[in-house]
């Protein structure tokens, strides 16, 4: 039974959500406002397509189209993809998980949310402003000396890095020290796991970006000589702190993904999750590896042979732990009892678009093929197969797997499966086209093209409409169900971790009575729920449910 005084309506007003203390709204508005740059990154990402369906100009000139790809690169990873999952999904469901009222620090949880809010307002002042072009790697010595508007834009997301490490820091702390008693290291959910290894990277690297963009601004403002080689800087300097960032920062955006990929494959395939403990570990060895592989994007800017060796064997390392998560996640729906819900859906599909982008990872962290396919599209596939096919389609999968919970509404699943086909079909057309022409040689970031490239940038282009399209449908069935959605019960898909023992919508304090920690992956004690629907559990019978 839905309580009547959930965090949704506890109070009501501008100022009520704005200076929030309590997780779950700042988990919403950060839902909002991610989900608002998705929107606005995705509108620009339909504008380089559109562009290059056709040779010459389409709909735009060169300095526009450089200015509109820097906009989409730069909105969907510094103000998406980054904090879309831990600052969104993960400050909604962490303390709940954990059985706790709130995070461990309410009020540094609030700054970080208003810290996003006025990063992403330098951002965005900065394209209304005029734009900057220079791809959302700001590689100097571009940087240091084109005319757009580099310092606002890079001043933006050295705010929004004290966003991330302070919700890193917030995490850790609460994982730490807001465990019920019962919950060791080892009776976590596996998303927890993958929220720390995360936070361990947002505090131990984002820093190091911080300080990059700062010597950045210095230079431009100043004329200092850090990176432009005019003025006795080195280029490749900025790269070595850019990439020392920037790799792990893959990992802030794919670990919390692979978090989301175990709660949903065990609970919708109604099995405990196989290889817990090497699944709980990979995260951590992820994010160990994450620090020590980002000269793979340095093959050829001149750094030594064995340096390049060395990179090389570290980014082939790397994928032992991922594939470990690969083989369990397989290994739990063999012989499961799997239900195709729209959240099973995209937990499957990210199974597939997450290891077309790993293996061809491999690819590029072979230094001969590297050396041809450096700056070609393919690189452009295998990114977007890893954050795309593996960070956003992963957030949709936990995005309908925890939206009961959120709201207490149920989401249309015939509707949700047809957007997920959708999304699926489009998304494979528009960027394993890519794969092709990029092995042939188109380079990346190109405004114009040879006539062979003609047919690939056109299929690619109407597959991104299509991809559009499962979008704007997700957007309508999601908004259409939080005014005329079924009320979801406590426990909808039989889900055994803390937030399915509370009620949909979570109550403001989010437990009546404090709950008893277990094995989450244990299922035998769920029964169907005659009376509210979905499931109850025989060792948490009443609690949370009044």
Known sequence: MT?????????????????????????VMYLV??????LLGGLAALAVRTELISRGPTIMDADTYNKMFTLHGAVMVFLFIIPSIPAALGNFVLPLMLGAKDVAFPRLNLMSFW????????????VISGGVDTGWTFYTPYSTTTNTNVIA????????????????????????????????????????WSLYGTALIQVLATPVLGITLLLLIAERALGIGIFDPALGGDPVLFQHFFWFYSHPAVYIMILPAMGIISEVISIHSRKHIFGYRFIALSSIAIAAFGFLVWGHHMFVSGQSGMANAIFSALTFSVAIPSAIKVFNWLATLYKGNIHLTTAMIYALMFIITFGIGGLTGLHLGALAVDVHLHDTYFVVAHFHYVMFGGTVIALLAGLHHWWPKMFGVMIDERLGRIAAFFIFVGFNTT????FVMGSHGMPRRYYDYLPQFTVYHRI?????YVMAAGFFLIAYYLLRSLFRGQAAPMNPYGGNSLEWHTASPPPFDNFTTTP???????????????????YRSLTYEGVGTR
């Open 516 to 534: 008893k920690a277990e094995d989450p992956y244990d299922y035998d004690r769920l029964v169907p729920d005659e009376v509210n629907g979905g």
């Open 460 to 464: 690619s282009t109407i597959g991104s």
């Open 115 to 126: 810290l996003w809010v006025i990063g992403a307002l330098f951002c965005i002042g900065a």
């Open 153 to 192: 834009t890079t001043l933006g997301v050295f705010i929004l890095g004290f966003s991330s490490i302070f919700t890193g820091l917030n995490f850790i702390v609460t994982i730490h020290k807001l465990r019920p008693l019962g919950m060791t290291w080892f009776k976590m959910p596996l998303f927890l």
């Open 3 to 27: 309580p009547k005084d959930h965090y949704l309506n506890h109070t009501s007003g501008f100022a009520s959500w704005a200076f929030t203390l309590d997780h779950k709204r700042i988990g």
């Open 431 to 434: 960027f394993f086209t890519q």
């Open 33 to 38: 406002a991610t989900l608002g740059s998705f």
